[in-house]
């Protein structure tokens, strides 16, 4: 996948990523109207959904699941959205997009700040296997792997199993990660953007409990959040965690080659595409990541090499959860018993 993001669709287009950064600059600027629009879009439809769901509350709890869980698409758009403003991708106006960015963020259970900054080390680290620990899916190498005792390798195993990653860890991040500033502790802003978000959301669900009593929150807020939880944490997976994604020694690494080889493009149905706001186009975000996410798809119709690279579709990511260890030798991300082979096959030698 990655090597057809290093051959051009014609003679002028980009050989390398540094190259494409200069091209890609000209779709950074956001529009203000579109930018509120697609806002509207999402926050509209949110809040109507929550409505229906508390008024099918007296019809049938059945209705009320079903409608909260179909809310949890628009949480994700308000979460792809809180990530923009975290870019400085959706309003020119820097502090506009802050607090955007932090209003959303009690809504999706994420402290806007801790965030923006675990995010920045996210993208200027992504790829380098010297500065792993931070916004990332924790990976190991096969050296790594094999040379822990095999205690820990079951906890690794553990932490790696589908169940883990994308049952109960989606609602340990967003539930109880979320809740205090790790990785940032020492440092008061962080603090406050943790608490503030925390007594904010606790003062909605107090304001929702003394309104509708305890069921508002089971079987709305609770359902909608971890099911939007789980597709963010799903989406985030196999937007890195691919065969032929990009890791190197810190030595070798560079900014713009992580970012382009080591970022899939995730093709998903429209209707998925719109809903989680283009963040399958990952690998030109990751590239530059101040262009608004509605101008993405354009950047793939304007340069048809781009929309190739590391292109993924639905069926073929559900194959990536079965993978968990980068192999240095390969460059291939392998499965625990492809992982085991290799190495004994080197072993042997």
């Not at 509120?36 to 049938?60: C, D, K, N, R």
């Not at 975290?86 to 802050?98: P, Q, V």
């Not at 309104?211 to 609770?222: S, T």
């Not at 595409?273 to 950047?299: D, K, M, T």
């Amino acid at each position: 996948m990655a090597e057809n993001l290093k051959k051009s669709a014609s003679e002028d287009a980009p050989i390398d990523a540094r190259q494409w950064v200069k091209v890609l600059s000209k779709y950074r600027e956001p529009d203000t109207l579109r930018s509120s629009f697609e806002l509207a879009l999402t926050v509209g439809p949110f809040v109507i959904l929550w409505a229906l769901a508390w008024w099918s509350l007296s019809i049938s709890p059945w209705l009320t699941l079903v409608i909260s869980l179909c809310n949890a698409a628009f949480i994700l758009r308000l979460f792809a959205i809180q990530h923009d403003c975290g870019h400085s991708a959706f309003y020119k106006n820097r502090l506009m997009s802050d607090w955007l960015g932090r209003a959303l963020g009690v809504v999706t259970l994420t402290p806007y700040d801790v965030w923006r900054r675990t995010h920045s080390i996210h993208h200027s680290t992504s790829g380098n296997l010297g500065r792993r620990g931070i916004g990332d899916v924790h990976t190991l190498t096969v050296a790594e792997y094999q040379s822990l005792s095999p205690f820990k390798q079951l906890i690794y195993r553990l932490y790696r199993h589908p169940v883990v990653l994308f049952g109960l860890g989606p609602g340990y991040l967003f539930f109880l990660q979320n809740r205090v500033p790790l990785g940032l502790m020492a440092q008061a802003r962080y603090w406050v953007s943790a608490m503030g978000t925390n007594l904010a959301t606790l003062a909605v669900l107090l304001i929702i409990l003394y309104f509708g009593g305890i069921m508002p929150i089971l079987l709305i807020f609770l359902p909608s959040t971890l099911l939007a939880a789980t597709a963010g944490v799903w989406l985030f997976y196999v937007q890195h965690q691919f065969e032929t994604t990009h890791w190197e020694d810190e030595a070798e690494w560079d900014l713009h080659d992580s970012a382009l080889h080591g970022s899939s493009h995730y093709v998903l149905p429209s209707v998925l595409q719109w809903l989680s706001a283009n963040i399958g186009i990952h690998h030109v975000h990751h590239l530059y990541s101040r262009i608004p996410f509605y101008r993405l798809p354009e950047v793939l119709r304007d340069h048809a090499v781009l929309a190739d690279g590391n292109r993924m579709t639905m069926r073929e990511s559900f194959a990536n959860a079965r993978l968990h260890l980068w192999d240095e030798h390969s460059k291939r991300l392998l499965s625990f018993s492809q992982a085991r082979r290799a190495w004994q096959a080197r072993q042997a030698v």
